[in-house]
């Protein structure tokens, strides 16, 4: 079945860091990709997506590229501030086009 | 509304309890999904809707569950006979329901079983 793992937590990063955090999948058939954020107290915010191989979605100052060879679709963003805490999640939605599959998710926390 | 609204926001009940969530989705969003997020967990998909049928309800955890979709827009979330692993945070998600449309979430029921 479809699975996606996502670097544990926390990450705890200064204002003006570079951010990463790595995501990778397990799916039949050519998934489509997406980075869900939820701010303190507020529900789950569709991030950015990525729908075939080599796109790249982007919101916000995230970057994510859809790595087919490795499976992957990790998140940057090069200059982090104290607003981008949050928790972050991973996920899939395969050929059925339908459920999503989340990665368990990472809390960021950006200190000033 | 603009977005998706779940009620109750919280929801504490003791065990045994049967108990009742609510989603109202996006007005037009045919397709509607509920999911479960228990304590340091990612999200789990428990059912899905398109239009007023239920063509997946394979994440169901136990027949204590049950969902009801009616007028292709609210849906009501049962749970039976609570138990204490029932605690979670239940989120309801909708969306256009053709392929890609991203799902939109509402802000989700923190349900607590004593």
């Known amino acids: 079945g479809n699975s996606v793992t996502q670097m544990e937590g926390p990450v705890t990063l200064s204002e003006e860091a570079f951010l990463t955090i790595n995501c990778t999948y397990t799916?039949?058939?050519?998934?489509?990709l997406f980075w869900y954020v939820q701010y303190p107290g507020e529900g789950l915010q569709l991030l950015l997506k990525?729908?075939?191989?080599?796109d790249k979605g982007s919101n916000k100052g995230f970057e994510a590229t859809y790595r087919k060879e490795t499976t992957s679709f990790h998140l940057e963003k090069g200059s982090v501030q104290v607003s981008d805490s949050a928790v972050y999640f991973c996920a899939l939605r395969g050929g059925s086009n339908y459920k999503l599959t989340f990665g368990k998710g990472t809390l960021l926390t950006v200190n000033p | 509304g603009a977005g998706v609204s779940q009620s109750p926001s919280n929801k504490v009940t003791e065990k045994g309890k049967d108990v009742e969530l609510r989603c109202d989705p996006i007005s037009g969003h045919t397709a509607l999904y509920w999911y479960r997020q228990r304590l340091g967990q990612g999200l789990e998909f428990l059912i899905y809707f398109q239009g007023n049928s239920a063509p997946d309800k394979s994440g169901l955890p136990s027949d204590r569950f049950s969902a009801e979709r009616t007028g292709e827009s609210v849906s009501t979330l049962t749970i039976q006979r609570t138990q204490q692993e029932d605690s979670a945070v239940y989120l309801c998600?909708?969306?256009?329901?053709?392929?890609?449309?991203?799902?939109?979430f509402g802000d989700g029921t923190r349900l607590s079983i004593l």
């Open positions: 998600a909708s969306s256009l329901g053709t392929d890609n449309q991203p799902q939109h």
């Open positions: 990525a729908t075939k191989a080599d």
């Open positions: 799916a039949t058939g050519y998934p489509s």
